[in-house]
């Protein structure tokens, strides 16, 4: 759930740009600037951010303020590493609050909750699928692009909602009970939409996915 446009508590929102902004320390760090390069890596990235505010643009809001999105932030991490996903998502994330109805002081909570999570846990699954399970492409395709931005989503989601009971004050059980099984559902579809880019990606364009190793998952065996 997007908590963007609801009004919170000045300790969470105090807490969430503290945190944002050391998640962006951290990106700003570690992103590996060198593939800017190349001028195609550089469109491929501006692409990756356009995409984004398309995507996120494209909500439903339900009830007061339950706002729900698919995020793509899965792909946008398999393609770029996660350093240039969470500076790209945040680029995004400042366009969509000056356009839209999200409040500013909201940024660092809805940048944690609707990007740093969901980017942890697709780089997570990713991993492991590479230290645990066979490097072959239906594993990268299924469980890195598919099952990470599936679990991806569904963490985003019970952030969100976790912010929306603590922070705002809404009914836990109304939450919950209510809107936390619509997250569920439309993380399938944020899997469905995800594994699709990625496969397409790898098909024809495999240089533009930083995560993807021909020599790995296509090699003879």
Do not use: K
Not at 99 to 116: Q, Y
Request: with cysteine; charged share 10%.
């Amino acid at each position: 759930m997007d908590p963007s446009a609801v009004p919170l508590t000045t300790a969470w929102t105090i807490a969430g740009l503290v945190l944002a902004a050391l998640a962006l320390a951290v990106a700003f760090r570690r992103a590996p600037w060198r593939r800017f390069a190349s001028s195609e890596s550089t469109h491929v990235f501006y692409g990756a951010i356009f995409a984004t505010i398309l995507l996120w643009s494209l909500r439903a809001v339900v009830g007061e303020g339950f706002a729900f999105h698919l995020l793509g932030t899965g792909a946008f991490t398999l393609l770029a590493g996660p350093a240039l996903a969470l500076i790209g998502s945040a680029l995004a994330l400042l366009v969509l609050t000056a356009i839209g109805d999200g409040l500013w002081i909201n940024a660092g909570v809805t940048l944690v909750t609707m990007v740093a999570v969901p980017i942890a846990v697709v780089w997570l699954a990713w991993r492991a699928a590479e230290r645990l399970l066979p490097p072959n492409f239906f594993i990268y395709i299924f469980v890195a692009a598919f099952l990470g931005s599936a679990l991806a989503l569904g963490a985003a989601g019970i952030a969100g909602s976790f912010v929306l009971v603590e922070a705002a004050g809404r009914d836990a059980a109304v939450v919950y009970g209510d809107y936390v099984p619509y997250v569920l559902y439309l993380a399938f579809g944020e899997g469905t939409l995800c594994g699709m880019i990625i496969t397409l990606l790898v098909v024809y364009r495999p240089g533009w996915v930083a995560t993807f190793d021909d020599a790995r998952y296509l090699a003879d065996r």
